[in-house]
T-cell receptor, first 115, second 112 residues
Framework: NAGVTQTPKFQVLKTGQSMTLQCAQD?????MYWYRQDPGMGLRLIYY???????DKGEVPNGYNVSRLNKREFSLRLESAAPSQTSVYFC??????????????FGDGTRLSIL | GQQLNQSPQSMFIQEGEDVSMNCTSS?????WLWYKQDPGEGPVLLIA???AGELTSNGRLTAQFGITRKDSFLNISASIPSDVGIYFC????????????WGLGTSLAVNP
């Protein structure tokens, strides 16, 4: 049972290059999320997708785009990478069950460095 | 806006000691989630709390949902080296429970 799978695990880019981070979940979850984690800043939400076909901005969406390709996959794109986007990126998914607050399940992250 | 304040920010303890950390807010939460993040990995859910006053255990870990609904506590008994990591609390955003509010974490180091 793979859970949430992120690819790649590591990537180095030059300023201005573009890149797509991939995320797939095999738990049949409705909602998917992209976070970035920086030292001392905790987890900050970039974008999320409450269900297939919808996407919404989180706290720090500038410089990113997302695509909910199908129920399993949610990708994050950097169109023109900047050094400020150097971070660890986490994808998460969550089952929607009525009005209850089901917890999110995380992948192992993509470590992205932009030079 | 909603915020979660975790304390302490970091802890360095001896193996075998008990650990206590907490998460507080000026806002009411109806769910508290405790996650652990091992170095180089993503956060993993430890305990979920859904009812004020609830006390839930997971092995050596025990978490409580505060009566005021503005705080939660996590205790680890008889710590071992693999307890090392960052512990996060989280709770649903008041206006949109599809999103979570996160604390900044408590970093735990255990000296064998």
């Amino acid at each position: 049972n793979a859970g949430v799978t992120q690819t790649p695990k590591f990537q180095v880019l030059k300023t201005g290059q573009s890149m797509t981070l991939q995320c797939a979940q095999d738990m049949n979850h409705n909602s998917m999320y992209w976070y970035r984690q920086d030292p001392g800043m905790g987890l900050r939400l970039i974008y999320y997708s409450a269900s297939e076909g919808t996407t919404d901005k989180g706290e720090v969406p500038n410089g990113y785009n997302v695509s909910r390709l199908n129920k399993r996959e949610f990708s994050l794109r950097l169109e023109s990478a900047a050094p400020s986007q150097t971070s660890v990126y986490f994808c998460a998914s969550r089952r929607r069950q009525g009005g209850s607050n089901q917890p999110q399940h995380f992948g192992d992250g993509t470590r992205l460095s932009i030079l | 806006g909603q915020q979660l304040n975790q304390s302490p920010q970091s802890m360095f303890i001896q193996e075998g000691e008990d650990v206590s950390m907490n998460c507080t807010s000026s806002s009411i939460f109806n769910t508290w989630l405790w996650y652990k993040q091992d170095p180089g990995e993503g956060p993993v859910l430890l305990i979920a709390l859904y009812k004020a006053g609830e006390l839930t255990s997971n092995g050596r870990l025990t978490a409580q949902f505060g009566i005021t609904r503005k705080d939660s506590f996590l205790n680890i008994s008889a710590s071992i080296p693999s307890d090392v990591g960052i512990y996060f609390c989280a709770g649903p955003h008041a206006g949109n429970n599809r999103k979570l509010i996160w604390g900044l974490g408590t970093s735990l180091a255990v000296n064998p």
